[in-house]
């Protein structure tokens, strides 16, 4: 018996494995499949990145210095109007008039009051008027000054309203990082583009960057600036705008730009050895464009605009594609739907577009 019964159990176990390697019945490979399929329509399936939109060309004389030219550079906001016209029709002929003025006593000392001239000499030491009028003309020239002047100085530090675009500027030796805390939170780092490659970009140089920040058209800016090591300045000529970064501090600064166009400015603070070599590039573009542009960087549009993002996404598409559109109910609306008030969205790092952002058909 113990002979037979290893015998008995090879036989069984003969018997029995092509049972266990039978392939499963025809329906439960089916229901694997139908799982799988069901599981891949279920994933979230990658949106194709947002191209980035064509951004606006320098043009000679605008937003940049140009060569043998006195004066300051056309201003772009309203700022830099108001201070551009204070500059001009003021202080210019204030000082033109003062400078002649005194040019003019000068000479006619010079010539009626010298020894052959005038060699007695008088001995005048008092006059009333000519003391009121010595005293009271130069505090009327200050207080033509100081009225503007103030009103200027109050304006550029008027904190932005609840609809201002935020932009975070941080320096860094040498160059200069942004950062869109309301798009999501992406980041945009510029270094400057050597020679060779600003001429090739038609941009001057010492002033074009890798990546220049886009803002849109008539949008209040709320500019932070803050830095990483040492005290730097970020300054665009153009905007008439200036402000100190400084390490461990935030400083906030306003502006907003008319004008389409591209604008160049620099670091203004001494920062090391390469501080001439930090310059700022700004694009100023439409709404429609700068939506455009925050997709293909993987941001959000801060707004909730469905209409500007079917529009970038159009254009992505080169024209070809058609956007698609949420289902019309039975009264013929499109229904939308709001997020709370509370709701975060986390920043993109995939050149992603947003949920509320319609994708092109390919």
Known sequence: MKLFAPLLIALGLGL????????????????????????NAAAPVATPAV??????????????????????????????ERALWMHNALLMPIITVISFFVLGLLFWVAIFHNRRSNPVASKTSHHTGLEIAWTLIPVLILVAIAIPSISLLAAQYKPAGKDALTIKAIGNQWYWSYEYPDNGGFEVV?????????KAAGKPRLLGTDNPIVIPIGTTIRLLTTANDVIHSWAVPAFWTKMDAVPGRTNETTFK????????????????????????????????DFDQWVLSKGGKISNGSAASAAKAANAEAGGGGQALQAPATASGTVPTATAPDNATVPAKTTGTAPANAATANH
């Open 257 to 288: 730009v008319d004008r389409i166009g591209t604008y160049y400015g620099q670091c203004s603070e001494l920062c090391g050895a390469r501080h001439g070599f930090m310059p700022i590039e700004v694009s100023v573009v439409s709404k429609a």
């Open 190 to 198: 510029a270094n400057m583009l050597p020679d060779d490659k600003a």
């Open 51 to 80: 191209a980035a939109p064509v951004l606006p060309k320098t043009e000679a004389g605008i937003g940049q210095p140009t060569p043998g030219a006195i004066g300051i550079q056309k201003q772009v906001t309203v700022n830099g």
């Open 16 to 39: 029995s494995a092509p049972v266990l390697a039978q392939p499963a019945p025809a329906p439960v490979v089916a229901e694997q499949q139908a799982a799988a399929a069901t599981a």
